[in-house]
């Protein structure tokens, strides 16, 4: 179906009334004063996009494909503390995107307590998302892959539930099962900080301890569920060992690499190549480290030259909002300074949001003269084929 997508005006949580039910929050634009980005093609180049993406799958591994506050430093957190994030269903209709990996607000879900990550705030920011899923007539949540083509084939997309942490688990092991159970299919294992199944990339001190024993359990009940595993913002040794000791493929949805360009900021070749051995999958991150779609190109064929093109796909981690301001309003909650090179830019060029993320990769791949089926891969394929595998 392409970009010719059934959208019919939903708009979240319309089943209810603003100011009345729920606390209405000023939303976010689609550029937030910034000036879009298209790559330009020819006719004859527009005409073989619009065939690539009506015939074969497209998924983002990793984004949050919902508004933000249009004033993040004022309202970020009364939306938060209200619960209900806000999908962007009409500008997702905006964009060839079949199912994207919707990574929920993580450590924002501060709705219950002061720091987020807490079981309570996962449950109720997953449910009430799920909630809002459940009343529109073009996103459906996802649960197989069949899900994935059916988006495509009608028009629609689907919404992956993914999480970025294990953190709200603890020490119970039986709430992965309960996570499974509300739908999430993709976990992250930890967020920077380290947790009790492994150590943050955020969280060493004078050495890298890697994943825990119950993190081996961890893996293993994640290998059992059918729920696929990602170790983004994990440690280099927790990375490591979760490819050592699992049974099936494994993600990193978005990550840059160390020696393409992202020094300590990235991954490195080792944690690249041990990801892509289990079979898996690395998302390319979009990151204001970078100016614009060239840049987040080249460390996308970097990682193509590095492991192959069956291993990478696209996982922008981008939003619908002022990422700079939320990165801002983050810093200063954590107590953080941030590096000076994370704020050099204010956004990346051609990569905004979702929708202009989205439109902008098959148009430079197509530009640049990437053959059909590689294409079709790093679209989607490869994560469909892991996807067949873990669930």
Request: net charge negative; proline share 4%; charged share 25%.
């Amino acid at each position: 179906m392409g970009t010719n997508k059934q959208y019919h005006g939903y708009e979240s949580y319309d089943y209810l009334e603003a100011g009345t039910d729920y606390r209405e929050v000023e939303l976010g634009e689609l550029f937030s004063g910034f000036e879009p980005h298209e790559v330009p093609l020819s006719a004859e180049e527009e005409a073989r996009l619009k065939d690539l993406v009506a015939q074969n799958d497209v998924v983002s591994l990793h984004d949050h494909p919902f508004y933000f506050p249009k004033d993040v430093h004022d309202d970020i957190w009364t939306y938060v503390r209200e619960g209900r994030v806000h999908t962007a269903y009409e500008y997702l209709s905006q964009s060839p995107l079949d199912a994207v990996f919707d990574m929920h607000l993580d450590g924002l879900s501060g709705i219950h307590s002061k720091h987020g990550w807490k079981w309570d705030d996962i449950v109720h920011d997953v449910a009430m998302r799920a909630a809002d899923i459940a009343h529109s007539d073009f996103a459906f949540r996802c649960s197989s892959v069949e899900d994935i083509h059916r988006a495509r084939e009608e028009g629609k997309v689907t919404i992956v539930p993914a999480l970025e942490s294990t953190a709200m688990i603890e020490n119970e092991l039986d709430r992965l099962d309960l996570l499974y159970g509300l739908g999430i299919r993709c976990l992250g294992v930890t967020y920077n900080a380290s947790n009790s199944v492994g150590t943050g990339q955020g969280d060493i001190y004078e050495r890298d301890g890697g994943l825990t024993a119950f993190g081996v359990d961890a893996v293993e009940r994640m290998n059992k569920l059918g729920m696929a595993i990602s170790t983004s913002h994990s440690s280099p040794q927790t990375t490591l060992d979760v490819c050592e000791v699992t049974d099936e493929p494994i993600f990193d949805t978005h990550a840059l690499a160390q020696t393409g360009g992202m020094g300590q900021r990235g991954s490195s070749d080792e944690e690249l190549e041990a990801i892509a051995d289990t079979g898996g999958v690395i998302g390319v991150l979009s990151s204001t480290h970078l100016p614009d779609l060239e840049t987040y190109m080249d460390h996308f064929e970097y990682m193509v030259d590095l492991v192959g093109i069956d291993h990478v796909a696209f996982g922008p981690d981008v939003l619908y909002g002022d990422h700079t301001a939320l990165l801002e309003v983050l810093g200063e909650f954590h107590g953080v300074e941030l590096p000076e090179s994370t704020m050099q830019n204010p956004y990346v060029k051609g990569l905004e949001n979702p929708t202009e993320a989205w439109n902008n990769i098959p148009r430079w791949l197509v530009k640049n003269d990437y053959p059909d089926d590689e294409i079709e891969k790093v679209l989607g394929g490869n994560v469909i084929r892991v996807l067949e595998e873990v669930w």
